[in-house]
């Protein structure tokens, strides 16, 4: 605790340092309040001052960018931190005029030396160092050339090297050895010489810094050995063979935690596979994991007892909704609570559609590739959706795939993952628009009335308890407001339609939950979270930028 009090102290007075450097160079008002008094001898030319301001301006931004890897413990940005913090010192002797400025970053200087054992965070795997100083070049390179050539068309008298050392000089806001003839080509040379110095640092400083997102890609060895954790227990197990994570096991090989790293988060899904006594090994492995990179852990869709084992290492557990479980030994069309299901399968089948229910192993590769083109068209959405929940392919041998035709076609697909030997876990739901209402009921349907699995998962229900609560009689204020907001929402994301959906098919209800470290983490993780289930989260130009970098 006392070592997260002392980060959290060290980013703020970093915030603050920066933000000081930037008010004294841009604001004269913070520069009248800054003022302090230096000792006479310390009078240095008008050039110089101009590079200090320089240095002060980017300095100060560069702190601020550099404040969010401290807050993660990175040792890299502990580095350029100390190294900022000495340069703005000495850059505020320079403007003569910000004593008050100077002594905090002297201050943040101190105390970044004094703390540095709590700055011990690797890099993340992919972080562009080389990118870095690429960038820093190619803009430090640019900045001079095009200066040069603006002094070789201009009306001066300056030989080659008296260019190049203007141009280069440029570009920390220092006048060269160049006479200009008009005031307004001494600007401009010098706007582009800063322009191209200020972005070559703080653009390399960005792809040096910034939480960068390892592709991840389970090896088939991995996969096969994760298959043979997979058990009875969790419905949601068979999605952690999705290739897009990363895998952890414990040292007895007993167990293994699934993760993909999205916005700073290593961000799990589910419960760990293999046996719960096994568990807390692997839970060890991913959270030392995540303290050599300085991500944040978070596990999303975990049952009641996967979050009682993430609550032993001191995660918050929040119940985020339920899944339906349908038995299907229990399951019917008869009765009055099924009346609303069994009119719409009789309507579809009156229409003329059927159902088939096949295993994947069963399909002509030709039909498969069929269907996998079918279901991307129907998606509705750039990119496919799901991550807790969703397998990302279609056709994995083992699965159970429930088509509805009309007149010779396809007009709807489900998908069914196994869950271990009695049960099937629902990927994919996707229908033709056009189709009649009532062909994913039909599916549904079909598939509980016919299939030699004891138990099937549907649908998962986010904040179900919070919507039936706010529909009962006497619901007070609180839990009336809370399901409104969850109907406003449903407008852009299915809360509320996913769950009449669900219990349409008179289902049992299975809490999951959300573990996460704090509530100061809950933004971040809420970023990772909506951004992996492809609801939303950062720019998708910001991702494409991550992604290509």
């Known amino acids: 605790m006392a070592g997260a009090t002392t980060v959290a102290v060290i980013t703020w007075v970093t915030r603050l340092a ?17 003022r302090g008094h230096v000792a006479t001898w310390l009078e240095l030319p008008h050039e110089a001052t101009v590079g200090a301001a320089t240095v002060a301006l980017v300095t100060g931004v560069l702190l601020m960018l550099l404040a969010t ?7 890299r940005a502990w580095q ?26 002297l201050a943040l200087l101190i105390a970044l030396i004094a703390t540095r054992r709590h700055f011990i965070a690797l890099p993340d795997p992919v972080t562009g160092r080389w990118r870095a100083i690429r960038v820093f070049l190619q803009l430090t390179v640019a900045g001079v050339a095009i ?38 080509l001494e600007d401009l040379s010098a706007a582009v010489g800063l322009l191209f110095g200020i972005g070559a640092v703080l653009l390399a400083a960005y792809f040096l810094l910034r939480s960068a997102e390892p592709a991840p890609e389970l090896t088939d060895e991995e996969v096969e050995r994760l298959r043979g954790l997979l058990g009875e227990r969790d419905s949601l197990g068979y999605f952690a063979l999705r290739r897009d994570k990363f895998v952890v096991f414990s040292k007895s090989g007993k167990a293994a935690v699934t993760y993909r790293v999205i916005a700073g988060v290593a961000l799990c899904s589910a419960d760990p596979l293999g046996d719960p006594e096994a568990w807390p090994g692997a839970i060890e492995e991913y959270l030392d994991v995540c303290r050599r990179y300085a991500w944040t852990p978070a596990t999303m869709g975990c049952s ?46 009156r229409a003329g559609y059927t159902a088939r229910i096949r295993k994947a192993e069963d399909l002509p590769a030709a039909e498969l590739d069929e269907l996998r083109a079918l279901a991307a068209t129907w998606r509705g959405t750039d990119t496919e959706r799901g991550f807790s929940m969703a397998l990302g392919r279609m056709g994995d041998p083992g699965s159970v795939l429930v088509t509805a035709e009309h007149d010779g076609q ?3 697909v489900l998908q069914f993952v196994p869950w271990g030997e009695k049960g099937l876990s629902l990927d994919v739901m996707r229908r033709d628009r056009t189709a009649d209402n009532g062909v994913n009921e039909l599916m549904i349907s079909e598939l509980l009335l016919t299939t ?26 609180v839990a009336r407001l809370s399901a409104r907001t969850l109907r406003f929402f449903s407008r852009w994301i299915q809360i509320e339609t996913l769950y009449r959906f669900n219990a349409k098919f008179q289902p049992r209800w299975v809490p999951r939950y959300l573990a996460y470290p704090a509530a100061r983490d809950l933004p971040r993780v809420g970023v990772a979270v909506f951004e992996a289930e492809g609801l939303g989260g950062r720019p998708s130009g910001l991702l494409r930028a991550l992604q290509r970098v």
């Open 18 to 34: 920066g933000l000081l450097a930037l008010v004294s160079v841009l604001v004269p008002a913070g520069r009248r309040t800054l």
């Open 69 to 75: 890897g401290l807050k993660r413990r990175k040792r």
């Open 80 to 105: 350029l931190a100390v190294a900022a913090a000495a340069l703005l010192t000495v850059s505020h002797l320079g403007l003569r005029h910000t004593l008050g400025a100077g002594l905090v970053s």
């Open 147 to 184: 200066n040069f050539a603006l002094l070789s068309v201009a009306p001066v008298d300056a030989g080659v090297g008296d260019r190049l050392a203007q141009s280069t000089l440029a570009l920390i806001g220092v006048s060269g050895p160049v006479t200009f003839p008009a005031l307004w």
């Open 304 to 349: 009641e007892l996967g979050a009682t084992v993430w609550a032993r290492f001191g995660l918050e557990v929040l119940e985020i909704g339920d899944e339906a479980v349908v038995d299907t030994d229990t399951f019917t069309l008869e009765g009055r609570v099924m009346r609303g299901v069994r009119q719409a399968v009789s309507r579809t089948k």
């Open 410 to 412: 396809v007009r709807g």
């Open 452 to 477: 030699p699995a004891q138990h099937v998962s549907l649908n998962f229900a986010a904040f179900r308890a919070v919507l039936e609560q706010g529909q009962r009689i006497g619901a007070g204020p």
